[in-house]
């Protein structure tokens, strides 16, 4: 059994077409990249499976079970975690405490016990904050701890949005332009995360990336994606050398154009 | 620069952070329940007064600040915990210390109700949205006459605990010390929903509702809680707030009254406890300030008593022009910017709290 599968999906806007009878499934412990043209609908996938819409054909199935009946906020309670192309984390909120929210799935109090502060609530607390110091071991964040997010690069936001996602304990973790902004050497570090993401937590990653390189880097098998349709699916020397692919990019011999320029 | 060098988790879980601020607290603590063997009955009166506009500030606090959702309507709430505490007294002859925290937990209730249908609204829509709500509340204190007392209002009795009588003007000395213990308890619950996930998922609403979704955090409830402690609070504040006033009538908890809240907590600073309190004895004392001006300006003059109608609203609406353009943070701002020069003296840099530009947003999914 895979552990996420799409069957059949398509999403309209009004008349246009975002995803098209899109299938594929990623199975545990794989590196999947989605690859396309700008518009091509990854990160509509990906706010698909986050439930954020609602395809209006087909279904998602994660671990065997339809989520389509799951509000955005019960995605993360079955073991998905995921980052946002334009970094969305609490700008007026330090580095620990959007960490911290990363583990609110995984919280047991309510607001009254929350409001007296109870001995259980102090417990919890001490268990998520050891379970935060792993995240941030792992991604060398403790230097900005207790910053602010609103006083931090680029990049190092980049990483905190990863290790928020992380803090949730996914089973599946949906990167969104892991990379885009980063400079080489922080896409290569990103690279080696997501390698050990893979291969020491064990998590599958299911990641949109512009980036030829680090896809072909780090990720088991691709899918090329163009107007909403899918394109090719396989290695990424099978997606890359595919003539659909190279016909989606860069246009085809005849001169007809078929789908953007990238 | 103090260092703290942190051993256990603790230590960030902590209500101080190191032991000076707590003896500085404690300090100022000392300080409050000293002060009436400091100044007279009638700034003990005031400073009572400082107190209760905290209280409601903090309630408006934890929506506006720490929430992010806008409310123009808390006065509405105030009535709802100044109107059921005296009720709860008069009609099923509670002592005021059951009918004191039940009149915050009916502003609670109905703070919840209210807020189910009207956050699905945001910014300027809810805030017009709670606007319509404290015009209504108005409305229907008078329309509820056979309860409220309409036009005429209500008295609020001596608040007795235990045989003791605390009153304005018989005692205000113990009625000063009862403010103070009841804000200090509610001071204890704001920290500790800051340092809990209840006020992390309050941020995170605040912050960005679609990443807070991603995060497991259920909007909707969330917003629904903030506006249950919210108008806790408030309701508390609003029931001492009747106490205070003896009597209440429909025109005491007017829009005026909301707006007044809610430039309480942007002059004071938005996010903070100490905004809260800074507001709020800006607010008190701006009055004090105008009439200790006006006697100097008499003899000086040596003319008749200058009013000048309005000078009052004015120079608050005047003041907090004064804080949206220069100091954004607020008094608490510009507190912690002056603290951290003499910490840092001379590695002070002007703009060390500049805010940076925010990048690109997620285009949002509602």
């Known amino acids: 059994m895979s552990l996420l599968e799409l069957k059949n999906v398509t999403l309209r806007f009004g008349g246009l077409v975002a995803v098209n009878d899109v299938s594929f499934s990623v199975e545990e412990g794989e590196v999947f990249a989605l690859v396309g043209p700008n518009g091509a609908g990854k990160s509509t996938i990906l706010n698909m499976i986050s439930r954020l819409y609602t395809p209006a054909e087909g279904d998602i199935l994660f671990e065997g079970k339809s989520i389509l009946g799951a509000e955005p906020h019960d995605v993360p309670v079955l073991g998905i975690a995921r980052t946002f192309q334009n970094i969305e984390l609490f700008e007026q909120a330090s580095v620990l405490q959007n960490l911290l929210v990363g583990r609110h799935t995984h919280c047991r109090s309510n607001f009254l016990t929350d409001m007296l502060f109870t001995p259980f609530v102090r417990a919890q607390e001490r268990v998520h904050r050891e379970a935060v110091e792993h995240v941030i071991d792992f991604l060398d964040l403790q230097p900005y701890r207790q910053k602010l997010i609103a006083g931090l690069p680029y990049g190092v936001r980049k990483v905190v949005e990863m290790g928020r996602a992380l803090a949730v304990k996914p089973r599946l973790l949906l990167l969104d332009e892991p990379a885009s902004g980063l400079s080489v050497e922080e896409t290569q570090d990103v690279a080696f995360w997501i390698e050990d993401i893979k291969k020491v937590m064990g998590v599958t990653v299911l990641m949109v990336e512009h980036d030829m390189h680090l896809v072909s880097s780090v990720s088991d098998r691709v899918m090329a994606l163009a107007d909403g349709s899918m394109l090719s699916i396989g290695t990424p020397q099978e997606v890359q050398t595919d003539p659909a692919v190279i016909e989606a990019y860069l246009g085809s011999d005849d001169g007809t154009e078929s789908g953007e320029a990238a | 620069m103090r260092i703290v060098f942190k051993t256990s988790y603790d230590a960030d879980i902590r209500l101080f952070k190191h032991k000076a601020q707590a003896f500085w607290y404690l300090l100022l603590f000392a300080l409050a329940i000293l002060l009436p063997f400091l100044i007279g009955d009638f700034l003990i009166g005031e400073a009572t007064l400082v107190l209760i506009w905290a209280i409601c500030g903090m309630g408006l606090m934890v929506l506006v600040g720490q929430t992010g959702q806008a409310s123009l309507g808390h006065a509405a709430f105030m009535a709802v915990g100044a109107y059921s505490n005296v009720l709860y007294q008069e009609h099923f002859s509670m002592p005021f210390l059951l009918s004191f925290p039940l009149a915050g937990l009916t502003a609670g209730v109905a703070g919840a109700l209210i807020a189910m249908p009207i956050t699905k609204l945001h910014g300027i829509y809810l805030a017009i949205a709670t606007l319509a709500i404290s015009v209504l509340a108005e409305d229907l204190i008078v329309i509820m006459e056979p309860l409220t007392g309409g036009v005429s209002g209500l008295f609020a009795p001596d608040i007795e605990i235990f045989g003791f009588v605390f009153n304005r003007y018989g005692n205000p000395v113990e009625l000063y010390w009862l403010v103070l213990g009841i804000t200090l308890v509610i001071v204890y619950l704001y920290r500790n929903m800051l340092r809990s996930p209840l006020g992390r998922s309050f941020a995170a609403v605040r912050d960005s509702e679609v990443s807070a979704k991603a995060m497991g955090i259920n909007v909707a409830r969330t917003k629904m809680v ?40 942007v002059v004071g600073g938005l996010g903070t406890i100490h905004g809260a309190f800074f507001g709020a004895i800006v607010f008190v004392m701006l009055p004090l300030v105008i009439s200790l001006t006006r006697d100097a300006l008499t003899v000086f003059a040596d003319s008749g008593s200058v009013t000048i109608p309005g000078l009052e609203s004015g120079l608050f609406g005047i003041i907090l022009i004064g804080f949206i353009l220069f100091e954004p943070m607020g008094i608490y701002g510009r507190w912690l910017k002056i603290r951290t020069y003499f910490e840092l003296f001379p590695f002070y840099r002007k703009d060390m709290f500049r805010r940076q530009k925010s990048y690109l947003k997620t285009e949002r999914t509602r």
């Open chain 2, 226 to 265: 903030a506006f249950a402690v919210s108008c806790f609070i408030t309701g508390l504040g609003g029931a001492l707030m009747g106490h205070f006033a003896t009597i209440f009538t429909n025109e005491t908890f007017n829009l005026i009254m909301s707006i007044t809240l809610l430039l309480i907590i």
